[in-house]
């Protein structure tokens, strides 16, 4: 089975600090995604990568910044973090091709004091 | 209008009814289309692809219909299980790596 593992579950950070999010995927995929999921919004997309070294932005990459030094590894980061970041965070992998599927790790839920 | 777009729910159905969604997308170029399901406080998983021609999966259904730019899921016989927010995404940029998610429609099953 494919698994994408999030280093945190639940995080607490205070206004201004860096945060770092990880994630890892296990099963070769070339992409990997990093969304943000907030009630009546759904999942928006914040930045993504297609390759070692290689990010898009997504539809809200303001205040994010994202590194992706080895293929299975994908981090998201908030340069200084602020209470509108409090969010549950969801990475993602896929392989690359019409119809591929998403899967996705289990979520860190960041709350920004 | 949003890329992806579906009615927010709640349905809230009893056992053993059957329950239908919609869900538009706006690009006519969108290629891949899916139903991701998503349990309370959990991570999406992928229900079902949705193809050109429709599929069934047991109690599920999924069509397309490109003229009019929706698709829909069919849940027949529903279960208490199938509680869950269901989720339309479309890869709405027309990019098959960028998928848009639509924000969910909330089912409840009542016994």
């Known amino acids: 089975d494919v698994k994408v593992t999030q280093s945190s579950r639940y995080l607490v950070k205070r206004t201004g600090e860096k945060v770092f999010l990880e994630c890892v995927q296990d099963?070769?995929?070339?992409?990997m995604f990093w969304y943000r999921q907030d009630p009546g919004l759904g999942l928006r997309l914040i930045y993504f990568?297609?390759?070692?070294?290689?990010?898009e932005k997504g539809d809200i990459p303001e205040g994010y910044s994202v590194s992706r030094e080895k293929k299975e590894r994908f981090s998201l980061i908030l340069e200084s973090a602020s209470t509108n970041q409090t969010s549950m965070y969801l990475c993602a992998s896929s392989f690359t091709g019409v119809g591929e599927k998403l899967f996705f790790g289990s979520g860190t839920q960041l709350s920004v004091l | 209008r949003k890329e992806v777009e579906q009615d927010p729910g709640p349905f809230n159905v009893p056992e053993g009814a059957t329950v239908a969604f919609n869900c538009t997308y706006s690009?006519?170029?969108?290629?891949?289309f899916f139903w991701y399901r998503q349990d309370c406080r959990k991570e999406p998983k992928l229900l079902m692809s949705?193809?050109?021609s429709g599929n069934e999966d047991g109690r599920f259904t999924a069509q397309l219909n490109r003229a009019s730019q929706y698709i829909s899921l069919l849940i027949r016989d529903s279960k208490l299980s199938d509680s869950a927010t269901y989720l339309c995404?479309?890869?709405?940029?027309?990019?098959?790596?960028?998928?848009?998610f639509g924000s969910g429609t909330q089912l409840t099953v009542l016994p």
């Open positions: 990568s297609y390759d070692v070294k290689m990010k």
């Open positions: 690009n006519s170029a969108s290629q891949s």
């Open positions: 949705v193809y050109s």
């Open positions: 995404v479309v890869n709405a940029k027309g990019s098959a790596r960028q998928l848009t």
């Open positions: 099963m070769d995929h070339e992409n």
